[in-house]
């Protein structure tokens, strides 16, 4: 039995599909889950920035952007964050090589 062949799944990509030619709604575009993968990476560090910085100084999310202190530190937990992920990058990929497999690998 296919994923298709499922009720569910087949029900799933006919209601994609048709909202995907509907003109008047401005259909969204699809992107490459490496672009979904970036954005919830961005996320997740300016979560990890914004949200303990205005518990610790008390103030507002805005004000963050006026504060040189808290500039400082928004930038230090950037470049760590842009390190962790490059370090994280290559191995990201040994376990998606070694989970998927790829063609003419026996364990896919």
């Not at 087949?10 to 970036?38: C, E, F, Q, Y």
């Not at 997740?44 to 507002?60: D, F, M, Q, R």
């Not at 040994?94 to 998927?100: A, E, H, I, K, L």
Request: glycine letters at 6%; proline letters at 6%; one cysteine or more.
């Amino acid at each position: 039995m296919t994923t298709t062949s499922l009720p569910i799944a087949r029900s799933l990509r006919d209601t994609v599909a048709a909202l995907s030619n509907l003109s008047g709604l401005n259909a969204p575009t699809w992107k490459p889950i490496a672009h979904v993968k970036m954005a919830m990476k961005r996320k997740l560090v300016v979560n990890s920035i914004v949200n303990p910085l205005t518990a610790l100084l008390g103030c507002h999310n805005g004000d963050l952007l006026g504060s040189a202190e808290a500039q400082k530190i928004i930038e230090h937990v950037c470049v760590e964050a842009a390190l962790a992920f490059a370090m994280r990058a290559p191995l990201d990929e040994v376990v998606s090589r070694s989970v998927c497999g790829f063609p003419g690998d026996s364990r896919a």
